[in-house]
């Protein structure tokens, strides 16, 4: 099977490679059959291999393997809502949820109250437009 999807792969870059249109007809056709050929073979090779499955299945001591066939299936459908770990500020994963809720905290603490160029810039900014619209309310207050 290895020999005829490799042989299939070496006509598809024989007919990437192939500049005139003759050429590219015929590489054309023997990647196609190629493909066919290829095709059949992996289908063939899925079938014994799913058959050998089932035969193993059948008998007393393959409970284990069904049962990790089931894990597996799971695991695979299982949704990734969830973050299961992150580094912590130090370096080190975090797994316990709570840990990594509270670093997502200080992540985002850090982020929007902390030292962080761009906000302390805007802050600044919109701290002296306060003062200023306070100092402008005291002059007009006094008139």
């Known amino acids: 099977m290895k020999e005829i999807v490799k ?14 249109e003759e050429d590219k007809e015929v590489r054309e056709a023997t990647y196609k059959v190629g493909k ?10 899925k079938n014994t291999a799913y058959e050998r499955l089932y035969h193993k299945l059948e008998t ?8 990790k066939l089931a894990r ?3 695991k695979k459908t299982r949704d990734l809502g969830g973050i ?3 580094k912590g500020e130090d370096g080190r994963i975090l797994v ?6 509270e670093r997502w905290q200080n992540y985002f603490y850090m982020l929007f109250n902390g030292e962080n160029e761009y906000f302390t810039r805007w802050e600044r900014g919109v701290r002296e437009r ?3 619209d306070r100092a402008c309310s005291l002059l007009v207050k006094k008139r």
């Open 7 to 20: 042989e299939k792969q070496n006509a598809y870059t024989a007919l990437s490679n192939s500049t005139s």
């Open 36 to 45: 066919r050929l290829a095709k059949k073979a992996v289908t063939i090779a």
């Open 60 to 67: 007393r001591e393959s409970e284990k393997d069904v049962l």
């Open 72 to 74: 597996a299936r799971e």
């Open 84 to 86: 299961r770990c992150i």
């Open 96 to 101: 316990q949820e709570t840990k990594i809720r």
């Open 130 to 132: 306060d003062q200023n």
